[in-house]
């Protein structure tokens, strides 16, 4: 473990280090587009919250000559004498997921990266885009930090280029493209926008319908050529591609946004010599056909872009699903060392105990403040019945700000909170947590969506999603002012699975929770397992798919009870 030179109990994360800290610091995080200093915190949401130091640009750690941020910090967290700390862990498995890394420069090089500012990967304009970003999320070109009217993206960067040995589709492309673009335009609808493809390629749910919404609805152009060149020409640039019908064409643009492919980690070939596994011919880990996760050496799972490009949904889903693999791998093992968390003792509401509401509007960058009037949000619940303390918050899901949520609750002796943000779905059991952790029942809490039910659905109606925002919180707050604590109720769990339908995911599920312990039934409307797997052969690679479904079935009845 590398030392952060910060003891993170300590750290408020109050950034007065920062201010005195002489020197500058390329911002990796935010691909070079701005600075940093030595000591710093990657982004707002980081975690932990706890600031660290870059030990190769730090003055006292490089030329012992410089301790300015030690009496600076007033809660004394510095520690420069931290040291390397190398732990040996006795592990039953390993999950492989270091992620992806960058396709070759050659690939960039030919579209003038590096040449001209505003071209740009599509890494660096999601920072651009992003509130936490160089410009907090406002597009500007990078040449003179005008507002660009035509931005073009040139699709498969890296992909699908045999001159780079990257043969393959990165699959994430087409729709991350398209994403940024319909982000770009919600920034400034004015902005002309085209996308240049050689395929569109949208695989999967409703993808399509999103590309659509694009062309439709945004008024995103797309054009289906091959770009030739990119070149400076006055103070735009000058884009040189070719169409299906053989013509060639020029057209200017302000920027040009380089959307690039997924390569390999750089540390693929060191990662597969110490797990001792297989790679592919593009150095992403090998797996079959019908095994996904599991590498070619035992115990060692894989799950996102390390086993193959792909995008975030289907990166979790790999990740539960090597979970359970573990699980079941580490099944003699299940239960030992668990640690119970503890929580303060609860505190305990009187009878006749006056509301005393604390009520937190969170900006959650582009997606709340870029259409609701945040600060006039917070503003309207000043005076209210039974509010003691209100603020606003950048991302109220983030570990400083649960943070600052438990110092208010006990500087303000809140007993209930409300809490202006997105979706309960994904966030009130993280809220619910923090109330616990700071004494309070976990009921003791409302939250109102303002983001799916306001920013979203009211995007170009700014002024109408304000009002409506106001008259949510309003009543959150009326609905808190009546809300009584409830104890937690516990109900008996059957450790049994029921999966319905025996094809191979089936009969795999079903295997996978079996080898975990649990009993499982498994259902199959026909008198034999299979599915569609009984009428193939062979895999497009030459694998034998009966040889698969007689080990399968085989495995299931040796797991048959009566």
């Known amino acids: ?77 510095i520690d420069f004498s931290q040291k390397a700390v190398e732990r040996k862990l006795q592990v039953g498995a390993v999950i492989m997921s270091p992620g992806f890394g960058r396709v070759p420069d050659e690939a960039l090089l030919k579209y003038s990266y590096s040449k001209h500012p505003d071209v740009v990967t599509s890494f660096e304009f999601e920072r651009l885009l992003n509130p936490s970003g160089p410009f907090k999320g406002e597009v500007l070109c990078l040449s003179d930090k005008r507002h660009p009217k035509k931005i073009a993206f040139i699709q498969c960067v890296g992909s699908r280029d045999i001159g780079c040995d990257n043969g393959y589709c990165s699959s994430v492309c087409c729709m ?60 735009h640039l000058k884009l040189t591609y070719a169409t299906m019908d053989g013509k060639h064409k020029f057209e200017p643009f302000d920027m040009v946004v380089l959307s690039v492919g997924l390569d390999a980690p750089k540390s693929a070939q060191e990662l597969a010599g110490i797990g001792g596994f297989d790679l592919n011919e593009y150095d992403f880990c ?98 209210m019945e039974g509010v003691v303390y209100h603020a606003q918050s950048l991302y109220s899901c983030s570990q400083d700000a649960q943070e ?16 202006a943000a997105c979706s309960p779905r994904t966030h009130e059991p993280l809220f619910q947590e923090t109330m616990k952790d700071a004494g309070l029942n976990r009921c003791l809490f409302e939250m109102v969506n303002i983001r799916d039910q306001c920013s979203w659905v009211h995007a170009n109606e700014p002024e109408a999603a304000t009002d409506k925002s106001k008259d949510l919180v309003r009543m959150g707050i009326a609905k808190a002012r009546h809300i009584q604590p409830l104890a937690e109720q516990t109900v008996p769990v059957t450790p049994a699975g029921i999966i319905i339908g025996g094809g191979v995911a089936g009969m795999t599920a079903a295997l996978n929770i079996a080898s975990q312990g649990f009993h499982c039934v498994l259902v199959e409307k026909t008198d034999s397992l299979g599915g569609n797997l009984k009428n193939m052969t062979k895999t497009l690679t030459g694998e034998d798919t009966q040889k698969l479904l007689k080990d399968l079935t085989t495995q299931i009845k040796k797991n048959t009870t009566a």
């Open 1 to 77: 473990m590398r030392p952060r030179y910060i003891i993170a109990d300590d750290c408020t994360g109050c950034g007065l280090c920062t201010t005195y800290c002489p020197r500058h610091l390329v911002d990796d995080y935010n691909e070079g587009l701005n600075l940093t200093r030595p000591i710093h915190i990657d982004y707002p949401q980081a975690v932990p919250a706890t600031y660290f130091i870059d030990p190769d640009a730090c003055l006292y750690l490089t030329h012992d000559t410089c301790q300015i941020c030690v009496p600076v910090c007033q809660s004394k967290a």
């Open 176 to 235: 991350y493209a398209i994403k940024e673009a319909m982000v770009a335009k919600e920034h400034d609808p004015e902005v002309d926008i085209t996308i240049y493809y050689m395929d569109i390629r949208t695989q999967g749910k409703d993808f399509d319908a999103a590309r659509r919404r694009a062309e439709e609805h945004f008024g995103i152009t797309f054009v289906r050529s091959r770009v030739a060149d990119v070149v400076p020409w006055k103070n």
């Open 286 to 383: 090998k797996t079959g056909s019908f095994a996904p996760l599991e590498t070619t050496s035992d115990g060692v799972l894989v799950a996102g872009a390390f086993q193959g490009p792909k995008d975030i949904p289907e990166s979790v889903t790999q990740s539960s699903a090597a979970a359970g693999l573990a699980a079941g791998i580490l099944k003699k093992e299940r239960g030992k060392g668990i640690v119970v968390k503890k929580y303060p003792k609860e505190k305990k509401l009187k009878k006749d105990e006056e509301p005393r509401i604390g009520v937190f509007v969170c900006h959650c960058g582009i997606n709340i403040a870029g259409v609701v009037d945040v600060p006039s949000v917070d503003d309207y619940v000043d005076g």
């Open 404 to 419: 600052v949520l438990k110092e208010k609750i006990k500087e303000h002796n809140l007993n209930r909170v409300v809490i």
